[in-house]
């Protein structure tokens, strides 16, 4: 194993953008064979709980609570998780992951064996097994791009979809013929076994972990700035929406498969053993065909033609009894899902830097399974209330209607920041650094007034860009006596989240300095000044700025 697993985001592909070039980085190899085998032991577990579930009660909202609280987790814990992720050790975090699916894998299968699971204690069983879940996504999504250069990323990811789809055709397999040999239990204890495994290997992973100079942030700091960076990104805000609609409406038929299969002629746990796996095998193979569809397609156009034949797939599915007509179909639905989810991760992935990678995902995977979570509810009860069949149906309609209004109300720029790093700025110079209080930085412009409202135009984007940064505010000041001069205001929690931030500059955000520095009239710069605000606190808020005449130490 090579001594180091971090490639330059800016190294070149070495032969080729092919399917499979990314297997050529050993660590990545190693990696994904664990990711492989995660996702085995989630799906088998998936299998076993949904199955054993309709044994213990045939009311749908129970069957489709199965899925609610096995992704729930990682909507509530999913935005700590990815602070984390960014803050500490990845490769000590990623062996804790594994150890604690382990432990819950452990306690269901001694559940199960002493006969006293009951509904209830299933679901908080795969609640407890999902918070695993909701910790794991975030540090591997952000380990991806440090294994392989930039170029090969959407093959890398492509790869870990055909882990997830490997594993939702194994596991299913697996865990069927061991339920009907010899019951659930062994399931879940093959597969605390299986996480121990993964651990020993994460443990042989060679990873150098470089602490911050800075210290490590608080976490209720780091949980602030990823939310902020996605708050003020148009692309990653875009991208949330459309695979949220997605998910929301395509996990209809993932929620209700167990009564689907149950309802086809002859239909039992193989009928939806056999349907599961359909559906890992149309993604598998949509694989090979991604870095073609990319290169021919829009990410629109891509997301659009895989939210349509979704929808086709359920609505063949709320109509058929037929097994091979069923097959048909979620292979066409793997096929969907993987080229949605595809295109989607990628576009996210390559617009966040490093150093919020995980709290972006996170977010990302928030979306997912908070969209997972709710449409498994909703599609539930709506089976309820009439059938399944009329509650896919419902879903496949609404799905492509909704993906269609968003890519309407919310278009595809075709642009986004450059996330590469760009270098820290210089650090300034003071006499003695400020050990509490709110830094505030003024720059001072002088800008030709009949460029001001073209110049206010683009202090709008300063302000995302310093906003993503991790500024607490932003304001833009004009002098009511000299129509040239503005003052751009920015206000960081403490000195050291100010350094941070002078830390984080990207080329977008370099590119957007000399921007601005275009419009400034006059023989010197733009001045800067420094501060420490004294402010007054007023129930349990810092008080409100008031212009310059609140600003002191100048």
Avoid at 138 to 154: C, K, N, W, Y
Avoid at 196 to 224: C, F, K, N, Q
Avoid at 385 to 413: E, Q, Y
Wanted: proline residues 6%.
């Amino acid at each position: 194993m090579p001594d180091t697993d971090r490639i330059s985001p800016e190294a070149p592909a070495d032969d080729g953008l092919g399917p499979l070039v990314p297997f050529r980085h050993s660590v990545f190899t190693m990696l994904w064979s664990t990711w492989l085998v995660a996702n085995l032991c989630m799906w088998m577990n998936d299998v076993a709980a949904a199955w054993l579930m309709t044994k213990l009660t045939a009311k749908p909202i129970w069957v489709a609570l199965v899925q609610t609280a096995a992704t729930l987790p990682v909507f509530l814990l999913g935005l700590p998780s990815g602070a984390l992720a960014d803050m500490l050790n990845r490769k000590h975090f990623l062996f804790f992951t594994q150890v604690w699916v382990a432990v819950v894998g452990a306690l269901l299968s001694v559940a199960v064996f002493m006969q006293v699971v009951t509904p209830p204690l299933l679901l908080m069983l795969l609640f407890m097994n999902g918070i695993g879940l909701a910790l794991r996504w975030p540090v591997f999504s952000a380990i991806v791009p440090e294994l392989v250069p930039r170029a090969q990323l959407p093959a890398a990811l492509a790869l870990n979809g055909v882990s997830m789809n490997a594993s939702r055709i194994l596991g299913p397999l697996v865990a069927g013929s061991i339920i009907a040999s010899i019951g659930s239990a062994w399931v879940f204890l093959l597969n605390a076994v299986l996480s121990v495994g993964a651990a020993i290997v994460i443990l042989r992973w060679r990873r150098e972990h470089t602490p911050d100079p800075l210290g490590r942030e608080s976490l209720r700091g780091a949980m602030r700035v990823g939310l902020q960076y996605v708050a003020q990104s148009y692309h990653l805000k875009g991208v949330l929406l459309r695979i949220a609609i997605f998910f929301f409406h395509s996990t209809a038929v993932m929620a209700l498969l167990p009564l689907v299969a149950l309802g086809m002629r002859g239909g039992d746990a193989g009928t939806f053993t056999i349907l599961l796996a359909s559906m890992g095998a149309g993604a598998i193979a949509s694989t090979f065909a991604l870095p073609r569809l990319r290169q021919a397609h829009s990410r629109d156009r891509l997301v659009m033609a895989g939210a349509a034949t979704q929808a086709f797939s359920m609505a063949v599915m709320a109509i058929t009894d037929n097994l091979w007509v069923g097959v048909a179909a979620m292979l066409m639905g793997g096929a969907a899902w993987l080229t949605t989810a595809n295109s989607l991760s990628v576009s996210a992935q390559i617009s966040l830097p490093d150093w919020v990678r995980a709290r972006g995902m996170s977010i990302y995977q928030i979306a997912i399974m908070g969209a997972a979570a709710s449409g498994a509810a909703v599609w539930g009860q709506v089976a309820t209330w009439t059938n399944v069949p009329m509650a896919l149906g419902i879903g496949a309609a609404s799905g492509v209607a909704a993906m269609a209004l968003a890519m309407r109300l919310w278009p595809d720029r075709g642009v986004m920041e450059d996330p590469t790093p760009a270098g820290p700025l210089p650090r300034p110079k003071v006499s003695t650094p400020p050990e509490t209080g709110h830094v505030v930085v003024t720059i001072e412009y002088h800008v030709d007034p009949a460029n001001a409202t073209a110049f206010r135009a683009l202090m709008d984007e300063s302000r995302r860009s310093r906003l993503r940064q991790g500024a607490v505010a932003w304001e833009l000041l004009s002098d009511i006596n000299d129509d040239s001069r503005f003052v751009e205001v920015v206000e960081d929690a403490s000195w050291t989240d100010h350094l941070r931030r002078m830390q984080r500059a990207s080329a977008a955000d370099a590119a957007l300095r000399e921007r601005k520095l275009g419009y400034h009239v006059g023989d010197e710069p733009p001045i800067v000044r420094r501060a420490v605000r004294e402010s007054t606190v007023t129930k349990g808020r810092l008080a409100t700025p008031v212009a310059q005449d609140r600003i002191f130490g100048l």
